[in-house]
């Protein structure tokens, strides 16, 4: 299985199944531009940005609401850097589809994208489209796991986005209309309307919208317990505080990845090194190699000795522990559990404090949100997911091929 699908699969096996039934997030009013912090100037007039909902726990993943097509529909889609095409569910003949049919995505006859056209081999690179006639509709179909499947169309329509400038821009996307889901019991399929999909390939979105020319191929986020935002384009790279370091180039690999990056906890080296470590907000939790998932167990619970917490069963989690009484929220048990870091090349570091690895249970336990890759098949991989991007404005600069980020509370930017 490649990285992808494992990661996929990752994702699928912890979605927890939850329809929103609310639309309660949408595109950002027009802001007002020179309340902004341009680093640049560019040949991009601006950039987009989304409010973010969602949370790691209970939710188990973060989503934007998305309007495609004319008039507008509301989708929520999934936030997923860790694959390339978006695809919402469609409103054809749809076999495991979890929307009514008024909430999905009903393509016309020139929404569809054909097999001739560059953005079906994008879809499909490096393979040949599968097609039998330049004139067919371009298929896809994404692996999520054994038995766990998305395919369909491709098509393009409309996302009416309102730039940061204060243009409404109407930039034709191609995306997918899935109409097969296939998925198992122990697999549910993903709870929102599709998945907008980031990674560092030709058909994401944030490549697109640059070459429509609409942001530049820079795409950030910050999430918190209570959601945050995300963005296209250079507007909201923070003026000062921000860690770069050049993306490792892979034309294999489209996932956002860096490495090799060391293990410290509270600042010391634990002798975990050589981390190859992908970012993936389609994960929940962080994913640590067996090893380096045991070393860093190991540190945290040497360093819990004589502290007033003990290890307990929580069914939210495999590692878990209770105070004398329950608690509320990580800042109870900041104290007791130390920082880790991941420090690349250069002495670049990512710090995950208390927040970016534990979660507080309905329970009130504390539990680890860092858990064992080797687990669930993802090799030597390590996969940081949502939890560990909390707290941080992440920034994927295509653009000039490296990755940044910088501490932050993740509050929304605008109402
Ligand atoms: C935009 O911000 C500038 C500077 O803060 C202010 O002078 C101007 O009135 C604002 N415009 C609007 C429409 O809010
Ligand atoms: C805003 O940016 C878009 C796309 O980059 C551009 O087409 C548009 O002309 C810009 N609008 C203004 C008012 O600068
Ligand atoms: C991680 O999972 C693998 C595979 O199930 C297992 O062999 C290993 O003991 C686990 N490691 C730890 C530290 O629990």
Request: net charge positive; hydrophobic share 35%; proline share 8%.
């Amino acid at each position: 299985m490649s990285v992808q699908k494992l990661t996929l699969m990752i994702k699928v096996l912890i979605f927890h199944v939850v329809l929103c039934s609310s639309l309660h997030v949408c595109f950002a009013a027009i802001v007002n531009r020179s309340t902004l912090h341009p680093t640049a100037v560019n040949s991009f007039g601006s950039s987009v940005y989304l409010p973010v909902s969602g949370n790691v726990y209970p939710l188990g993943y973060y989503y934007v609401t998305a309007e495609i097509g004319n008039p507008p529909k509301q989708f929520q889609l999934d936030i997923d850097t860790g694959s390339d095409l978006a695809w919402v569910q469609c409103d054809a003949p749809c076999v495991g589809c979890t929307l009514p049919r008024d909430r999905r995505y009903k393509p016309e006859k020139n929404n569809y994208v054909l097999c001739k056209e560059p953005i079906c081999a994008a879809v499909h690179s490096p393979n040949p489209p599968p097609c039998k006639n330049p004139t067919d509709k371009c298929s896809f179909q994404v692996e999520y796991a054994d038995q766990v499947s998305v395919s369909g169309v491709v098509v393009s329509d409309t996302f009416p986005l309102r730039l940061v400038n204060g243009t409404i821009s109407r930039p034709p996307l191609a995306f997918g209309c899935g109409y097969g889901i296939r998925s198992s019991g122990t697999h549910p399929p993903p709870p929102t309307a599709g998945v907008i999909r980031l990674s560092r390939s030709k058909p994401s979105i944030s490549a697109q919208l640059s070459t429509m020319g609409v942001a530049e191929n820079i795409l950030g986020h910050c999430f918190n317990d209570k959601g945050g935002y995300m963005f296209f384009g250079a507007d909201f790279i923070p003026k000062s505080g921000m860690t770069w370091t050049p993306m490792p180039q892979s034309s294999s690999d489209k996932h956002y990845s860096l490495g090799p990056a060391e293990v410290l906890f509270n600042g010391k080296p634990t002798g975990i090194k050589g981390l190859h470590v992908i970012f993936d907000t389609g994960s929940t939790y962080t994913y640590l190699n067996s090893r380096v998932y045991g070393s860093v167990l190991n540190e945290i619970r040497k360093d819990l000795s004589g502290k007033p917490v003990q290890e307990v069963k929580d069914r939210a989690l495999p590692i878990c522990w209770k105070g004398s009484r329950p608690f509320r929220s990580v800042a109870d048990v900041q104290n007791y559990f130390g920082t880790l870091a991941l420090s690349f090349i250069g002495n670049i570091q990512l710090q995950l404090s208390p927040q970016a690895y534990l979660v507080i249970t309905e329970q009130g336990n504390v539990c680890l949100g860092i858990l064992n890759g080797t687990e669930v098949g993802l090799g030597t991989v390590n996969v940081i997911g949502d939890i560990s991007l909390q707290g941080t404005v992440m920034i994927y600069d295509n653009a000039n091929q490296r990755i940044g980020w910088a501490y932050e509370d993740c509050t929304p930017k605008f109402g």
